[in-house]
């Protein structure tokens, strides 16, 4: 449905601008005079995507959205402005036509009597369970703003988390994705000629040369069917993950995978740990947080484990019961959560452990760059030495056979 931006005078004389939902510009008109507004402009949105200096709208609300939409939402609300003159107002700030339509809704539906977590729940695509659940603590909680503050710290140091890992991964992928492409295309198109000429001189050829020659043709007779299986795999992989059963498996592999199985623990950590920080600081009750937290997560190992103490809470029993017992958290982790516990600051521990174990993956990725880097070099090197030398080798011999 389209939108469409206006800019009217109120009945008490004071200028107002937002933004409307409506099929046509005269149903908005009329929307927007129901509501006892005179309308001195209006002017429908641009709806499809493209540039808007350097930011490039692809058709979603991006992270970085919804930082700024809570980091503004909380300043204006705590500053008493009214949450629906706050959501028209971001809905003007917002470069995001897709976000933009969806705070226009929302914006409605609180103008309309709903609570804003209610209204934030309609859009679980945008708003995760997780991200409602807090927002519905604050407005039990008379703070909101606050919430909403620390939310969108919450959400600063995850998006700073995953972009220091990305940023560490992309040069090794990079240089593995570019030594994979040349390999393929050196093997196909380039090597098979070169090794047709020592096939011609009908010399006895050394165990490498006929490894290369035989994996080389092979590759250029069937490479398009490497290129189908390749995809084939890639697309199977991706259905595999995406079933229950094969997510199971997929989750638990991840973690016991040699070098990067520590990684991914601790990945799952911070958010487990930072997840149950913000929802318990906000205010909801244990249980539920732990419900919340195991969807956070994203991983059924750890989702597994969280459920479990869920029954272990209900039951009365202590949050970290189960997490003394269990191989996937560290014993620093389940000790300090015990002392959390009954020094009633779970909250403030579980906030502290997520700060030394984000530390701990920025040492660990740097570990890792350091050590694939030379790696890689050293593949390449041999990679190309055995290419060189299975070529290079009977050269020599007929060489030395005509001397």
Known sequence: ?????????????????????????????????????????????????????WNINIGKVKHKDLVIFSRQLSVMISATVPIVQALKILSQQTPNPVFIEKIVEMSNDVDGGMKLSSALAKHPKIFSHFFVAMVKSGETSGKLDEILG?????????????????????????VISGMVVVGFLMMTFVVPKMTKMLEETGAELPLLTQILINVSGFM???????????????????????????????????????????????????????????????????????????????????????????HEVEGG????????????????????????ERTGKLDTVLDRLGSFYSREIDNLVGGL???????????????????VAAIMLPMFQVAQSMA
């Open 220 to 310: 250029a007779d069937y490479w398009w069917l490497i290129i189908i299986g390749f995809i084939g795999f890639v697309v199977l992989f991706k259905a595999w993950t995406g079933s229950k059963a094969g997510k199971l498996t997929w989750d638990a592999a991840k973690i016991r995978m040699p070098i990067f199985g520590v990684l991914f623990k601790k990945v799952y950590i911070v958010r487990m740990t930072r997840g149950l920080s913000t929802l318990i600081r906000g205010g909801v009750p244990i249980a539920s947080a732990l419900k919340i937290t195991a969807e956070v997560v994203d991983n059924r190992a750890y989702h597994k484990l969280i459920m479990d103490t869920v």
């Open 317 to 340: 029993n202590s949050i970290a019961v189960l997490f003394v017992k269990s191989k996937l958290v560290p014993k620093m982790l389940s000790q300090m959560m015990v002392i959390g």
């Open 150 to 174: 620390y939310l969108a710290d919450q959400m600063e140091k995850d998006y700073d988390l995953i972009s220091r890992i990305k940023g560490a991964m992309i040069y090794p992928i990079f």
């Open 1 to 53: 449905m389209p939108v469409y931006k206006y800019r009217a005078r109120t009945t008490q004389g004071r200028v107002t601008v937002g933004a409307v939902e409506a099929v046509t510009e005269s149903e908005a008109a009329e929307l927007l005079s129901e509501k006892g507004l005179v309308v001195l402009s209006l002017s429908q949105t641009a709806r499809k995507s493209g540039k808007k200096g």
């Open 369 to 387: 760059t350091a050590l694939i880097e030379p790696l890689i070099l050293v593949i390449m090197g041999v990679g190309v030495a055995g290419m």
